[in-house]
């Protein structure tokens, strides 16, 4: 008597193009995509200084100039920024703050202006271009 | 003639974790990374601490450290024409959120010239993009 083969166990469909295909998105990927993790800062423009003036409460002045911050006139360096806002933020969050860079000033300044000011929990924050004194 | 039979090659074994392996990375790669559209423009953003989630599909622009401009892919020359991408961009869809992106060594008279624009043209959500900050 002629006993059957037992069935062999099927072959898996050949491997090597699905590999082809694997490596090739995997080497897709790992060339275009990016690990930066971006954010954003909402920045409403003030339309212009006049329409600023006419809250009851003059707004708080920060000026960013090449070598540093000053706020209203105290001039303060990048590392004090951080506790003077906070305590402003203390004194009064509602407090409106205009961060208005000096031409020439980096937007690294800026940037940290505006990080400074969400940290200490200011959340009326807007950019002004600097104007000639008045 | 009776040849003998080539040597069958099983090569599932040694194959099997390393497709595993790479099915592994892939997936991290899909996962981890984002895909994001080429920039025209390289640009090194600044670094911050806080800041809040982007919105969705926005309009890009983007500003590099020698104050060059783009809008999405496209490179602008001067001012006149980035207004002009802005109004024909935005006049289908004003409320579309406007990402700008700017280097952090660019002037930040540049950045307040590019949020001029963008007022005059109508933009009605802005947001100044960074980098989050480890």
Redesign the interface.
């Known amino acids: 008597m002629r006993i059957e083969e037992a069935p062999r166990r099927r072959r898996l469909v050949s491997l090597t193009p699905l590999i082809d295909v694997v490596f090739i998105l995997l080497i897709f990927f790992m060339l275009a995509s990016t690990f930066v993790e971006w954010q954003a800062f909402g920045v409403d423009a003030p339309a212009d200084g006049a329409a600023e003036e006419a809250q009851d409460e003059e707004p708080l002045r920060l000026y960013v100039t090449n070598d540093g911050y000053r706020l209203g006139d105290e001039s303060v360096g990048p590392d004090a920024l951080r506790s003077r806002l906070e305590e402003v933020g203390r004194d009064d969050a509602e407090r409106r703050l205009l961060v208005i860079p000096a031409a020439g000033a980096p937007v690294r300044a800026v940037i940290l202006a505006l990080d400074s000011a969400a940290a200490a929990g200011l959340e009326d924050v807007g950019v002004l271009r600097e104007e000639a004194p008045e | 003639m009776k040849l003998p039979e080539p040597p069958r090659r099983e090569?599932?074994e040694n194959?099997?974790p390393?497709?595993n392996i790479?099915?592994l990375?892939?997936i991290f790669?899909?996962v981890?990374?984002?895909?994001?559209p080429h920039s025209p423009l390289s640009v090194d953003?600044?670094?911050?601490?806080?800041?809040?989630?982007?919105?969705g599909d926005p309009l890009r622009v983007l500003?590099d450290a020698e104050g060059q401009m783009a809008v999405d892919q496209d490179v602008v020359d001067d001012r006149e024409q980035l207004r002009e991408r802005l109004k024909a961009a935005l006049a289908e869809a004003p409320e579309r959120p406007v990402?700008?992106k700017?280097?952090?060594?660019?002037?930040?008279?540049r950045?307040?010239d590019v949020?001029?624009d963008?007022?005059e043209v109508g933009a009605e959500?802005?947001?100044?993009?960074?980098?989050?900050e480890h």
């Open positions: 090569p599932e194959v099997i390393m497709i790479v099915f990375l892939l790669f899909m981890a990374g984002t895909l994001e953003p600044a670094e911050s601490e806080r800041g809040a989630e982007l919105a500003i990402e700008v700017a280097d952090a060594d660019a002037d930040s008279a950045l307040l949020m001029d963008l007022r959500r802005m947001q100044l993009m960074t980098r989050r």
